[in-house]
């Protein structure tokens, strides 16, 4: 059994461009979070799918940042015009449920240069 | 609206326990605890729901004081294998909010032989 996976593990790229990183849930996992991971920081919060419900987006720090699920599987986060403090490693993680244990991906760790 | 964790770090020699506690101003639905090990991804180790429930994991347990608004970890006997960075995650559940975790900024916990 495949547990989530992240795509890019590594993304170098240059102020001002544009950055999609990819999310493949567990299968079968209706909830899909994405959080940020500065270094030797906490998890922060970014946005989060449920099923079919509206996704709470309470978390993306400005509008350069959307993300998208195509029903309950795959997910993206869109970075567009890069900055530097978005530099992180960004995690996504699936569960079964809203108040199950979330399953994290191995993360895409971004450098914004 | 982000739980606070205490201590901040904990260094142990193998065998001694520890306790890591985690505080929110705002009414609880659920605590989620995990660790991360350095440079991987955060493993789910426990979900405490309101109710004082006392769950157990091998000689890593937990306590969940509704009224309080807070949360203990506790670990017994420590072996190596326990370093890490200890994370709690707030869920104050209600309305779209439901299963969003707020997290901890961490518990940095150091085993030593």
């Known amino acids: 059994g495949a547990g989530v996976s992240q795509s890019p593990s590594n993304k170098v790229t240059e102020k001002g461009k544009d950055v999609e990183l990819r999310c493949d849930p567990i299968s079968g996992h209706t909830a899909l979070y994405w959080y940020r991971q500065r270094l030797g920081q906490g998890l922060e919060f970014l946005i989060y799918?449920?099923?079919?419900?509206?996704?709470?987006k309470s978390g993306l720090p400005s509008d350069r940042f959307s993300a998208e699920r195509t029903g309950e599987s795959v997910s993206t986060l869109t970075i567009q015009r890069t900055q530097q403090e978005d530099s992180a490693v960004y995690l996504c993680a699936s569960s079964l449920g809203p108040v199950n244990e979330q399953f994290f991906g191995p993360g895409t760790r971004l450098t914004v240069l | 609206q982000q739980p606070v964790q205490s201590p901040q770090a904990v260094i142990l020699r193998e065998g001694e326990d520890a306790v890591i506690n985690c505080s929110s101003s705002?009414?609880?639905?659920?605590v989620h605890w995990y660790r991360q090990k350095h440079g991987e991804a955060p493993v789910f180790l426990m979900i405490?729901?309101?109710?004082?429930e006392q769950k157990g994991h091998e000689k890593i347990s937990a306590s969940f004081n509704e009224k309080k608004q807070q949360s203990s970890l506790y670990l017994t006997a420590s072996q190596l294998s326990y370093s890490g960075t200890y994370f709690c995650g707030t869920d104050h559940a209600g309305g779209t909010s439901y299963g969003k975790l707020t997290f901890g900024q961490g518990t940095i916990l150091t085993v030593h032989p």
């Open positions: 705002k009414a609880l639905y659920s």
């Open positions: 405490l729901l309101k109710g004082g």
């Open positions: 799918f449920q099923g079919n419900s509206a996704p709470d």
